[in-house]
């Protein structure tokens, strides 16, 4: 799922992604979620809008589209001698034009959602591309805020029916069932523990590796059930620890400070710029802990559990997860891996975290009476729990359920007082003008979820759908043919049913939420050099090509360019050399009957590899590279080949790449795009955006004595990958690219790079 809030600005330096989303998205305090100022419920939110020009945007700021959609239905806006009398003008001017999208999309491994997007309220013209049936792309301009009650503002909903309520958060109950393990096929975000009443905190830990806790202090056994969240974040990991309120059940305080990088360990530290960073060296802590499976122990140290059981085994099975957390007064040393403890995401939608189903509404008026939601008013905190509640009733925008759902305003409520027939008339007819048709989704009951909670929340997942990916590979290639001799040629791209495209692409997802290539600008990164290397998907194996000579004579028959044959490119990130197809064979635990492979073996193919490496014209004449010049045993040939005919093995020795180069590092830098023009034979003028950032991430993997060369021109196919990455940064991310005079204001590449 990629998903935007429906204002698009500029981010402020320093400004986290969830502060910007609420930046984004002002909203009226007197209509916000989910009840109207009468008590009835109330669907959505209104978003304020000042209509001041936006600095470095349009002149008008329109209303963009959260993701990618269809339009279900809409109305032009009437004019504005409409907009000022009755029925529309009813509690003060408002317009009438509404955009209703239908969004399809995926949040996890056989995990298809619906969900729909409503903006009702807007002004004068629509974009003319909105029409029944059309397609709109996220950011794509819907139309104009408009009024309501005289205030310039829209209002804006997103809802879904019961059964794709199910599959987005895993559940309609209040609360989150802590008696198992959460959700393994839909993981994403912060991870989250259940640390059930008796939880033992060990003072310290002497050896890491091991559960064994017979020689250890403990320091405090906890009374209480506590509830710890784990964070990954640019290098980082935060732990905080939380505990129900003693007097509001619904509420979650903090226990202690977050600790941050508390269990980073000086050894595990591969570069100055990550030291003690956390994250950034899980690869090594896993080496270091989990030696003889790190991969398995790789998951342990990002999920708390292993949730790829049907490729990775945990060695020993009982190996720990010992992390430092808060209890109420100190800290301790705590066993994660425990089956004790359950495990969760952002996914399951945690309660401690704020998150609540309210579904004990029964009737389908538009009153609340919701014990839950009177609780929560009664105890002061609606407002503070408000963002995260889903709460299931009708939707307000259907004139046929309009009598049965407002009826209860005739004789009126302990806090609203009886309404008059003439007033419930014209509030009827007020209604009437707004409400429109919404097909089979308006005419029951509906999650409803805050708009601000859900964009934000969601951004965390970053599970590509088959729509999003065929995005980020742009329609033309920009390839050099010889120094300055450069074309712009056309992308096939295939994606049907049985493709490797279409085949690889859960496997893909998995490895990135596994490595934590879960920002849009990792993603930039990764799959910027990812597709290109795959020839556009299209293959995990290099066009391989080796020297052929005759076996009695030694004569060479033909002559091929690749001098590194079998070691050649394998997988999405094209995993080469000896060295590194072992280093990836002991991170996925492979052993050689029972033991580690023959090191004799290993090290014979690694000297080899580096004397032709750097012996240029011995590579052809005197190769020693041959499986059966080494004796390479049947298993590990086997292991090598599985990196590109096994998707998931290809995916996984991509992971396996980005974190055993650091890529996130460099990722995680900011990206100044550069637009870079070329001319190219017959079709003229063409534009490409790179960045710093890119390189570096790119060298990182393929050429890393040269990260911090950025005029090195040596690197294969990197225009192409930049034409990738020009992609990924418009589909994915809300930056803007430069003209041709370094303003940023271009919302898409030049050069109508764009699959669409």
């Known amino acids: 799922m990629i998903i935007s809030p429906p204002f698009i600005r500029s981010r402020n330096a320093g400004e986290s992604d969830p502060s910007w989303v609420n930046r984004m998205m002002p909203v009226d305090i007197n209509r916000g979620f989910p009840l109207n100022q009468n008590a009835s419920w109330h669907g959505g939110v209104h978003v304020l809008h000042t209509d001041r020009q936006a600095e470095g945007y349009d002149s008008i700021e329109f209303v963009r589209a959260i993701a990618d959609g269809m339009v279900i239905s809409f109305r032009s806006p009437s004019s504005t001698d409409r907009r000022d009398a009755f029925p529309l003008n009813y509690n003060g001017r408002t317009d009438d034009g509404y955009v209703l999208l239908k969004h399809e999309t995926e ?14 309220h807007l002004r004068d013209r629509l974009d003319p591309a909105i029409r029944n049936g059309a397609r709109v792309w996220r950011r794509d301009r819907i139309g104009q805020s408009g009024m309501v009650d005289n205030v310039n503002a829209f209002h804006f909903e997103v809802f879904c029916d019961n059964e794709n309520m199910l599959k987005l958060t895993g559940r309609t109950t209040p609360e989150l069932d802590i008696t198992r393990d959460g959700r393994a096929d839909t993981v994403y975000g912060d991870i989250h523990f259940y640390l059930p009443p008796g939880t033992h905190f060990y003072a310290f830990v002497p050896n890491s590796a091991s559960p064994d806790t017979d020689h250890l202090n403990v320091v405090h056994t906890s009374a209480e059930p506590l509830f710890v969240s784990m964070t990954f974040e640019k290098g980082d990991c935060t732990m905080v620890t939380r505990r129900q309120n003693a007097t509001m059940a619904a509420l979650f305080d903090l226990v202690g400070e977050p600790l941050v990088n508390t269990d980073a360990n000086p050894t595990d530290n591969t570069m100055t710029e990550t030291s003690l960073k956390y994250e950034y060296n899980l690869y090594n802590i896993s080496r270091r802990l989990y030696p003889q499976n790190p991969s398995a122990g790789f998951e342990l140290l990002r999920f708390g559990r292993v949730i790829s059981t049907g490729h990775e085994t945990l060695m020993p099975a009982n190996a720990p997860l010992w992390r430092t957390v808060s209890f109420p007064g100190g800290t301790g040393m705590v066993n994660l891996a425990s089956s004790d403890i359950k495990k969760f995401s952002d996914a399951d939608f945690p309660h401690w975290t704020g998150w609540r189903m309210v579904n004990d509404d029964t009737d389908n008026n538009s009153q609340c009476n919701s014990p839950l939601i009177a609780g929560l008013q009664q105890s002061g905190h609606l407002n503070d729990l408000s963002s995260r509640l889903v709460c299931h009733f009708p939707l307000e925008w259907n004139a046929s359920t309009f009598d049965p759902r407002y009826d209860w305003l005739k004789t009126g409520s302990d806090d609203v007082p009886a309404m008059a027939e003439k ?8 209604v009437f003008a707004l409400c429109f048709d919404a097909g089979t989704p308006g005419t029951g009951r509906l999650w409803h979820f805050h708009p601000v909670a859900f964009i934000s929340h969601f951004r965390k997942c970053c599970w590509l759908s088959k729509p999003e990916l065929k995005q980020l590979v742009p329609r033309y290639l920009l390839r050099m043919v010889g120094r300055n001799d450069y074309r712009w040629e056309d992308i096939t791209y295939r994606d049907g049913a049985g493709s490797v495209a279409d085949n690889i692409r859960t496997h893909m997802n998995r490895a990135m939420q596994k490595h934590l290539i879960t920002t849009p600008l990792r993603i930039a990164c990764f799959l910027g050099n990812g597709i290109q290397e795959t020839g556009w998907l299209g293959s995990m194996e290099e066009g391989y090509r080796y020297t052929e000579r005759d076996p009695h004579t030694g004569r060479v028959i033909r002559r091929y360019n690749i001098w590194y044959y079998p070691w050649y490119g394998r997988g999405l990130l094209q995993l080469t050399n000896p060295e590194n197809y072992f280093k990836y064979f002991s991170f996925r635990g492979r052993t050689f009957r029972g033991r580690t492979y023959p090191e004799n073996i290993k090290n014979a193919l690694i000297r ?4 032709l490496y750097s012996n240029r014209d011995l590579r052809y004449t005197d190769n020693h590279l041959s499986d059966t010049e080494n004796h390479v045993p049947e298993n590990i040939i086997r292991w090598r080949n599985n990196v590109s005919s096994d998707l998931h093995e290809a995916a996984s020795s991509a992971g396996f790449y980005w ?10 830098s900011e990206h100044v795009l550069e637009r870079c023009s070329v001319n190219t034979r017959r079709s003229g003028i063409k534009i490409y955006y790179r960045s710093q950032a890119f390189w570096q991430a790119s060298a990182a993997v393929n050429l890393p004595n040269q990260i911090n060369n950025r005029e090195y021109r040596g690197l294969n196919g990197f225009h192409d990958r930049c034409c990738v990455y020009g992609s990924a940064i418009a589909v994915l991310t809300e930056q803007k690219f430069p003209d041709s005079n370094n303003n940023l204001v271009n919302e898409k590449p030049e050069s109508d790079q764009l699959r669409r």
């Not at 974190?659 to 995680?668: F, K, P, R």
Request: hydrophobic share 30%.
């Open 423 to 430: 007033d419930y008339s014209q509030l009827r007819d007020h």
């Open 659 to 668: 974190v055993s180069t650091n890529m996130a590092y460099y990722a995680d």
């Open 107 to 120: 949040i996890g491994e056989n995990c298809s959602v619906v969900y729909y997007s409503l903006y009702m």
């Open 608 to 611: 080899e590899y580096s004397r």
